[in-house]
């Protein structure tokens, strides 16, 4: 079975500019989520989506945002871009929401620089 | 304070020995715990999974929750050069099963 898949692998911005990264989830899971990593936060959870719907949602400014297709893959933006944006951004995908299932299943990540 | 404490090391030990690796939280509500394994450039592995207290085994890993301390604890035993990487600790609420929250992760070097 094929596992999350996350595009681009690597990107470049410039501040001010806005970028999108999608997430396909391996098949059959419904539950997306997405992750910040730095190397000073460490990993830091943004939001997660299930049946397009967001069901929980992180401390990141209005900037970030996602979405969920009916397909269950996934997409973020970025909008406004700052230099503190720039990190690997980790999709995770988990087969339901009940109770005790929900192992998560991480992607590559993108590695979003912005200069 | 963090709600999840993970010792960064670095932590460096000869090949074969047996690695022990911690986490404390402070949010008694943590019901599901993980450790995850990520080498450099790429995305974590689910390594452990388990519910509540108690040990969980799979090869070489030893999950161990001891929910009364707040303490989990990921042992790898007979540990190889291939084991280098960052291990995590993740855990999360029952009732807020898509949110992980994660300690900073601890180096591992397994030296030939």
């Known amino acids: 079975k094929a596992g999350v898949t996350q595009t681009p692998r690597y990107l470049i911005k410039t501040r001010g500019q806005q970028v999108t990264l999608s997430c396909s989830p391996i098949s059959g899971h419904r539950s997306v989520s997405w992750y910040q990593q730095t190397p000073g936060q460490g990993l830091q959870f943004l939001f997660e989506?299930?049946?397009?719907?967001?069901?929980n949602k992180g401390n990141f400014p209005g900037r970030f945002s996602g979405r969920q297709f009916s397909n269950s893959r996934s997409e973020m933006n970025v909008s406004t871009l700052e230099l503190g944006d720039s990190a690997l951004y980790l999709c995770a995908s988990s087969w339901t929401q009940q109770v005790h299932e929900g192992e998560q299943y991480f992607g590559p990540g993108t590695r979003l620089t912005v200069t | 304070q963090k709600e999840v404490e993970q010792d960064p090391g670095p932590l460096s030990v000869p090949e074969g020995a047996i690695v022990s690796l911690n986490c404390t939280y402070s949010n008694s509500a943590f019901q599901y715990f993980m450790w995850y394994r990520q080498y450099s450039r790429k995305g974590p592995e689910l390594l452990m999974y388990t519910y509540s207290s108690g040990n969980k085994e799979d090869g070489r890993f030893t999950a161990q929750v001891d929910k009364s301390s707040k303490y989990i604890s990921l042992f790898i035993r007979d540990s190889q050069p291939s084991d280098s990487a960052t291990y995590l600790c993740a855990m999360r609420r029952s009732s807020n099963t898509g949110k992980l929250i994660f300690g900073q992760g601890t180096t591992l070097q397994v030296k030939p």
């Open positions: 989506y299930f049946s397009e719907t967001q069901r």
